[in-house]
């Protein structure tokens, strides 16, 4: 059984966000699209309730599980929460989004524990561009980068975040250290989540010059319908995925996702914080698989195209 929502959009992915710590300061992050918590109070769930969560999801057919946060290696259980979802019968996909700054000496334990693969974020390969947008080290990335290929995480995804006036002239440098590496690039185009408009407005870069350079280069294109259409791009010796969530309206109408904040709330829509439900509270109460699975057929038909929602018209 796979659920629909009311547009008969397949719900076949869980993002969960083990936390909303992190230990670099970007000033492009997203966050997930959770509204800023108050740091005095932040509530994080338990590792066993994040795979109870997982395994309700699961038994209404949600086959891929991807661990987010914030950041989620900070959690000093992260193998135990990734060997705890690993476990989950019918679930065909366990991978995790890190910054790749603390993978280096986890990688082999979390691909030992059953995470199959990840995406790193690395806008890009110069030492101190990378401080000032991150506060971190670029190094400190490489070493994560070479420990999730050398364990055999497959694939690893780099996440390039274009940033104009910042790193649009990174991008085959980029291209050519995915080359050799053996890793997969992403060209992602930044959202106006957690972020001011002059931000936006400011360092928001279209992708469309980089896909007619990729459209030339390429041996083979391919458009994914359950990655909501985005392009990938095959030149000869990589592949480039292309992702385009704002100014493309088929993010949202091939949307398969639902998301789980780091202080345990359902939430629809990376875009909108209004219509939440949370799961953690009647866990902790007590609920039965039954219950939680009714919050998420609940959840799951507040899914609907941004683009097209009551929301968006409103605001």
Known sequence: MVLKDDCGRPLLNLRIAITGRCNLRCSYCHGEGEERPDKKFIKEMRADEISHIANVAVGLGISRVKLTGGEPLLRSDVVDIVTGISSISGLTDVSMTT????????????????????????????????????????????????????????????NMLILKGTNECDVQEMIEFATQTGTVLQLIELEPINM???????????????????????????????????????????????????????????????????????????????????????????????ELARLFKLANQERQPYQTSPYLLEN
């Open 99 to 158: 910054n790749g700054t603390l993978l280096a000496p986890l990688a082999k334990r979390l691909h030992e524990s059953g995470l199959q693969r990840v995406n790193i974020s690395l806008p890009t390969l110069d030492r101190e561009a990378y401080h000032n947008l991150t506060g971190g080290r670029v190094e400190d990335v490489l070493g994560g980068v070479k420990a999730a290929v050398d364990v055999g995480f497959s694939p690893v995804k780099l």
């Open 196 to 290: 001011t408009n002059e931000y936006y407005s400011e360092k928001h870069e279209t992708l469309d010059e980089y896909e007619i350079m990729l459209k030339q280069k390429a041996v083979k294109i391919e458009t994914r319908q359950y990655m909501q259409n985005r392009h990938i791009y095959y030149l000869p010796r990589v592949q480039v995925e292309v992702i385009r969530p704002i100014e493309n309206t088929e993010f949202c109408l091939h949307c398969t996702r639902l998301r789980v904040t780091s202080d345990g709330k359902l939430k629809p829509c990376l875009m909108r914080n209004d219509n939440l439900t949370d799961i953690l509270t009647p866990i902790r109460n007590g609920a039965s698989d039954e």
